[in-house]
């Protein structure tokens, strides 16, 4: 072997055990990942996080959220900075898309991923609903807050909630840790006193999770 080949080796080395160091020292899971994704490797939140850009970029979060489906686009999930496309008026009511990012003051910084899969799944307001896990779509009854605080209308949730836990799940861990934190206060949705719960009722939305396949109207095989 030559100097310059013994060289080139020991560099060789170093840049793969730098490399590996790297990858081992990737920063421990934070609280708020525990739920979901506490104890699995660096690979597998890398492709949690990538199913949850997918979805949110197939989904049109962007749309009113900001951005549109372009995660390179300017104000990407950041909240209502157009009042034409992200401000509504729902009868006397204006609501605003609030911002997504992880930013602890003005973001989801301060939810936990489970609180975004409650606001995915049951609609329910984050900054007002408890960490914990809902076993019940019937107010009062297994963590299902008895007097629910809903999003504001025209947030779709009744359109993502049957989704899977694993597909929201991956959307929260988007939101949480794929996205850089951005500093923009969007003003508070207006709204009933009741926090739009008399519009969002089983017999309004229709009953979730969706029943067991197949349903009379499908066929069990091929
Ligand atoms: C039609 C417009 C619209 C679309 C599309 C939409 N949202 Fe929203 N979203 C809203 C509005 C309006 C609010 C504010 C609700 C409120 O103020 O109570 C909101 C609130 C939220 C919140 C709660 C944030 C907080 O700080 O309380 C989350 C989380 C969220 N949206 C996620 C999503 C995701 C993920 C998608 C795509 C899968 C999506 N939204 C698509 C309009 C939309």
Redesign the pocket.
């Known amino acids: 072997m030559t100097r310059r080949s013994t060289k080139l080796l020991a560099f060789g080395t170093c840049v793969i055990a730098i490399l590996f160091a790297a990858a081992y020292s990737a920063p421990a899971p934070s609280k708020s990942v525990r739920g979901s994704t506490g104890g699995r490797s660096h690979a597998a939140m890398q492709a949690q996080i990538a199913l949850g850009r997918h979805?949110?970029v197939s989904?049109?979060?962007g749309?009113?959220?900001g951005g549109g489906d372009n995660p390179a686009a300017a104000f990407w999930l950041d909240g209502m900075r157009d009042t034409i496309t992200q401000q509504?008026r729902i009868g006397p009511f204006v609501?605003?898309?609030?911002?997504?990012t992880p930013d602890v003051a003005t973001?989801?910084g301060s939810?936990t991923e489970r609180q975004?899969f409650n606001?995915?799944r049951y609609g329910l307001?984050?900054?007002e609903t408890p960490d914990v896990e809902i076993t019940s779509t019937t107010p009062g009854q297994g963590n299902f807050p008895l007097h629910p605080h809903y999003?504001?209308v025209?947030?779709?949730w009744m359109s993502?909630r049957n989704m899977s836990n694993e597909e929201l799940y991956a959307?929260a861990a988007y939101?949480k840790n794929g996205l850089k934190p951005v500093s923009h206060k969007v003003q508070?949705?207006d709204?009933p006193p009741d926090f739009w719960a008399g519009e969002y009722t089983v017999a309004k939305i229709g009953p979730y999770p969706v029943p067991a396949f197949p349903t009379a109207n499908e066929k069990g095989g091929r």
């Open positions: 979805m949110v989904h049109a979060c749309e009113c959220h509504f609501t605003r898309a609030k911002n997504l973001g989801t939810f975004i606001a995915l307001r984050p900054e999003l504001a025209p947030m779709p993502w959307i939101l508070d949705s709204g």
